[in-house]
């Protein structure tokens, strides 16, 4: 009882917090005309003038040291590149919006085949080099093709990507080879942050060290010690943020340093002990306590990327008859989720699309738990319960496994919640949810029916479940490619949004191929006197973060 | 002498090429190759990407040709290019290995002190409560898991006493910490083994005569028994090298040290086939290296092993 109440008090803490952090949020939006630069907009919870100076000692959850910019994308990499690297737009999550940064117009032509850039004159990466018109095309060119010569894949989100032609000094114009209505989002990727053309003539281990990278962000690289400590210095002639942003010239602290804390344990005690200002991968038990000791929990939304969810693999033949997916999909009590494994930091999720992302539509009222349809669904795709209680079908018993990395804090306890929900609708799940040898093997085989994950989206969702080769579904649906296709050629606005929209009833409510559970976020924890945003891909904006004095 | 010599060193090689052997077709029993394991774990990738890549690292080739190119690179020290960073396996492993070196050396160290100590106490103290306290430390070191102590010592001297940083910064505390935590798990074998081999040389009558001579007890432990019952502790020592290993890979991640540690985690989480079996096949060779030299020492202590020509095993008559 005692560690209950210890708990609810602890809850209650957290929960002021958030009624502040949204009151500041309020005062914000009413106040500054041209809105903040938070794309994740997790308000600060210092009030006040910005402080000057300082450093900044941020916690990661483990090194990486990989900075090549498109090849993979984690979280680890992009939230030193966000600060090294800009792009040609950004995403604002208040309006929901692409807003002007290194390209101070940008535009499609109507059946969105061809995209016309302005480049900002007089930006420079930190090599001194001109980030010209000449510069944004060698990018675009790696970034669509790759680079054969330093082993560098093309970007995912570029695959329709053509050629690009330089207009004038600070113009350029790119044609894709058919219809792309997301590219324009994908250009505000920190993975398709831009580097200097200098940068792009190393060789892959040249371009993966971020000693070597030269960027026209607002700081750059001063020092590192592998594996334990990077250290990034601000760019005192940095005057060229996002147009949202709230700081317009160079940052206000004059160093950043990213230490590496890979033992979950000590990450609230390396803020409480105010070891570190701020710190990634806040387990849900230690929010509390955070909190309470008067320092924040901040949890950065993943608007860029879907919901956490399980994606379906059919290889098996279990899952083939999609009644059995729906009923899967309506057997998950994902408050129960919530209130057990999750915290207030996280939301259920209300599509595979984050609440926040453009497009979203809302599929909470398909997604209620309802174990009695979920039974009589099963029933109807001739699933009967055998003897131990686990349905049967022409001799084979409904027992899915699960697969999944252990790069969340959260996704193994909550598959065992979901579990124990699916015995009583009588299937089995064998749990091996982060677990990452069994992943190495799992991941490319389709009869281990659900993949627990989240991906970036930037817009339509056909880069991730539309490929054979997807990891997701690791299947080409032909109905959903010819919707994902019709997608990206839409014409207008409105037309692409309902087309988006319908995908997401396809993915989540037809054919059932993602269950989804949680928008993702990333829970930072940050030192009472630390003030920093997050953008719509949950990396920490450090160009406008300062530290309170004393 | 020599011919002992050649044995236990061509025994040590053939041990390492079959590590090397087993580890080649373990990788081939993937469901796939390791160029396309690493491109899966981040999104969906076309087959001409994973083909190009395929072509630069080599893994279009077939199979006898890879196991021999590979074999011939090991000879010349190269063991391949680590797909996550490009960099040469060998670079990425050389750049951290002085740092876990300087841990595990200093742990080994640390733990045969203690281990000694433990001997010393247990053997030559009068009190009998003492002599009982004494003996229930090794199997207590050994239950303590490496991680649990780490954590709770952070936990007390960092984040509650503020006496030492969570990081690694050049201070006293923050080498001597995890150098104790380690050494204290990696003493107990040690302790453990003398302690038996002890006894049982107690046990023999030369030590009666010894004592009828009128020879102190500390003479007897330092002089006779001591030595004579090295021999099994020094064979445990080789073998806890493994132990040390593991065990600096689990303090560096609790330690947040640079070193193995963290490049072990990196490879398997990124799926990074050649620096993981780069890293195994370094441990193979650590471990191989060490007890061949336990292996040359041992004749030095016991001059027996050379008569018996390393047929049967005189290592354990004397336990």
Same mark, same amino acid.
């Given at each position: ?550 | ?24 077709? +373990? ?20 087959? +001409? ?138 003493? +107990? ?27 102190? +007890? ?102």
């Amino acid at each position: 009882m005692a560690t209950n109440d210890k708990k609810a008090r602890a809850r209650r803490g957290v929960r002021r917090t958030g009624a502040a952090a949204l009151l500041t949020a309020a005062a914000l939006l009413l106040t500054a005309c041209g809105g903040n630069a938070g794309g994740g907009a997790q308000p600060a919870a210092n009030s006040g003038e910005p402080v000057q100076g300082g450093t900044l000692v941020f916690a990661e959850v483990t090194p990486i040291n990989n900075f090549q910019t498109q090849s993979a994308r984690f979280y680890e990499k992009a939230n030193v590149l966000n600060s090294v690297l800009d792009r040609l737009t950004y995403f604002d999550a208040v309006s929901g919006k692409l807003v002007p940064w290194i390209a101070t117009k940008f535009s499609g032509n109507e059946d969105n085949t061809e995209f016309t850039f302005d480049i900002r004159p007089d930006v420079t990466f930190s090599d001194g080099t001109p980030l010209d018109a000449e510069a944004v095309k060698a990018n675009l060119d790696v970034l669509g093709k790759g680079l054969e010569k330093a082993q560098i894949q093309p970007n995912v989100d570029f695959s329709a990507y053509e050629s690009t032609e330089v207009v004038d000094e600070d113009t350029v114009k790119v044609q894709l080879k058919s219809a792309d209505a997301n590219f324009l989002r994908a250009t505000s990727s920190v993975a398709a942050g831009l580097v200097s053309p200098k940068t792009l003539e190393l060789d892959n281990a040249g371009q993966s060290d971020i000693a070597k990278i030269s960027g026209s962000g607002p700081f750059v690289f001063e020092s590192e010690k592998p594996d334990e400590e990077l250290v990034l210095a601000k760019r005192a002639d940095y005057a060229w943020a996002p147009e949202t942003a709230e700081n317009q010239g160079a940052a206000y602290l004059d160093k950043v340093v990213v230490k590496y804390l890979p033992e979950v344990a000590h990450r609230a005690g390396a803020v409480q002990s105010g070891q570190v200002d701020l710190v990634r991968g806040l387990q849900p038990a230690d929010e509390a306590a955070v909190a309470a000791g008067g320092n924040q929990v901040l949890p950065a939304p993943g608007i860029d990327l879907t919901a956490n969810v399980a994606a379906v693999r059919i290889g098996s033949g279990k899952l083939a008859d999609q009644k059995v997916r729906q009923a899967l999909q309506a057997g998950i009590d994902r408050q129960a989720l919530k209130d057990t494994v999750l915290s207030d930091s996280y939301e259920i999720a209300g599509s595979v699309l984050n609440h926040k992302a453009p497009g979203f539509v809302d599929l909470s009222a398909d997604l209620a738990y309802d174990p009695e349809k979920a039974k009589s669904l099963l029933d109807e795709a001739g699933w009967v319960a055998g003897a131990d209680g686990v349905r049967e079908k022409d001799g084979k018993k409904l027992e899915v496994t699960v697969t999944s990395s252990n790069n969340s804090v959260v996704i193994k306890p909550a598959f065992e919640l979901i579990e124990q929900q699916w015995r009583e609708i009588g299937v089995k799940l064998i749990n091996r949810a982060a677990d990452n040898t069994f992943l190495a093997t799992a991941l490319q085989d389709p009869e281990v029916e659900f993949f627990g994950t989240r991906q970036f989206a930037y817009g339509g969702l056909g880069p991730v479940f539309g490929p054979e080769t997807n990891t997701q579904t690791l299947n080409a649906d032909e109905e959903l490619n010819e919707l994902f296709a019709a997608e990206r050629a839409a014409a207008d606005e409105a037309k692409h949004e309902e087309l988006v929209a319908e995908e997401q009833r396809a993915l989540v409510v037809e054919k059932a191929l993602a269950l989804v559970l949680w928008d993702e976020v990333q829970v930072y924890g940050a030192h009472s006197g630390t003030n920093i945003e997050f953008t719509s891909g949950t990396a920490p904006i450090f160009q406008g973060a300062w530290k309170a004095e004393g | 002498m020599g011919r002992y010599v050649a044995q236990r060193i061509g025994q040590a090689l053939l041990v390492i090429w079959l590590a090397y052997t087993v580890i080649f077709l +373990a990788v081939q029993l993937l469901p796939s190759d390791p160029v396309t394991i690493f491109l899966s774990t981040d999104s969906a990738v076309d087959q +001409a990407t994973i083909d190009n890549m395929k072509r630069q690292y080599g893994y279009d080739q077939p199979l006898l040709v890879q196991y021999f190119a590979q074999l011939g690179g090991l000879l010349t020290g190269d063991v391949g290019y680590s797909l996550a960073s490009g960099e040469p396996v060998a670079l990425r492993i050389g750049g951290v290995i002085g740092s876990t070196m300087a841990l595990a050396l200093s742990a080994f160290a640390t733990a045969v002190v203690l281990a000694l100590a433990v001997v010393v106490a247990a053997t030559l103290t009068r009190s009998a409560v003492l002599r009982k306290v004494v003996l229930n430390l090794p199997p207590l070191f050994a239950a303590v898991p490496v991680i649990w102590l780490g954590l709770v010592l952070l936990e007390l001297l960092s984040i509650r006493w503020g006496v030492m940083s969570l990081f690694p910064d050049g201070s006293f505390l923050s080498l001597a910490v995890p150098v104790f935590v380690l050494g204290v798990h990696v003493s +107990a074998p040690i302790a453990q083994v003398l302690l038996k081999s002890i006894d049982t040389v107690y046990s023999q009558p030369f030590i009666d005569v010894l004592r009828a001579k009128g020879a102190s +007890a500390s003479w007897i432990f330092f002089r006779h028994a001591l030595k004579n019952a090295g021999g099994p502790a020094m064979t445990i020592t080789g073998i806890t090298v493994g132990t040390l290993l593991a065990g600096s890979v689990i303090t560096e991640t609790v330690f947040a040290r640079s070193g193995l540690g963290a490049v072990v985690l990196q490879a398997v989480t990124t799926q990074d086939v050649p620096l993981v079996q780069g890293l195994v096949l370094l441990t193979a060779s650590v471990f191989v290296a060490v007890n061949l030299v336990v292996d040359l020492l041992y004749p030095l202590l016991d001059p027996r092993i050379l008569k018996s020509n390393g047929q049967g095993s005189p290592r354990v008559l004397a336990v």
